[in-house]
């Protein structure tokens, strides 16, 4: 009996730590604050100016089929456009 309580203890302990990892890596809502964080970050010392480009990655599908296509680690890019503070 002492064997299978800590074997469902164990278990349970995975899957709030799989459910953790998996809401702080891999959430696309969570890496978008991550993201937009960083960005402000970096505007907020004019480390990113008109004309610079960015590259990017998601999670998407889509992204990923790119990242294979094209033998990169982006699937994206962009060009930087201020206008005032946005």
Same mark, same amino acid.
């Given at each position: 009996?002492?064997?299978?309580?800590?074997?469902?203890?164990?278990?349970?302990?995975?899957?709030?730590?799989?459910?953790?990892?998996?809401?702080?890596?891999?959430?696309? %809502?969570?890496?978008?604050?991550? !993201? +937009?964080?960083?960005?402000?970050?970096?505007? @907020?010392?004019?480390?990113?100016?008109?004309? =610079?480009?960015?590259?990017?990655?998601?999670?998407?599908?889509? %992204?990923?089929?790119?990242?294979? !296509? +094209?033998?990169?680690?982006?699937?994206?890019? @962009?060009?930087?456009?201020?206008?005032?503070? =946005?």
């Amino acid at each position: 009996m002492k064997k299978f309580i800590t074997v469902i203890m164990i278990s349970g302990l995975l899957v709030i730590t799989g459910l953790y990892a998996k809401r702080k890596f891999h959430d696309p %809502s969570h890496r978008l604050e991550n !993201a +937009t964080k960083q960005v402000s970050q970096l505007a @907020g010392k004019d480390d990113i100016k008109n004309g =610079d480009i960015i590259f990017q990655i998601s999670l998407s599908g889509q %992204s990923k089929a790119i990242q294979l !296509a +094209t033998h990169s680690e982006f699937s994206h890019c @962009g060009i930087i456009y201020r206008n005032g503070n =946005d």
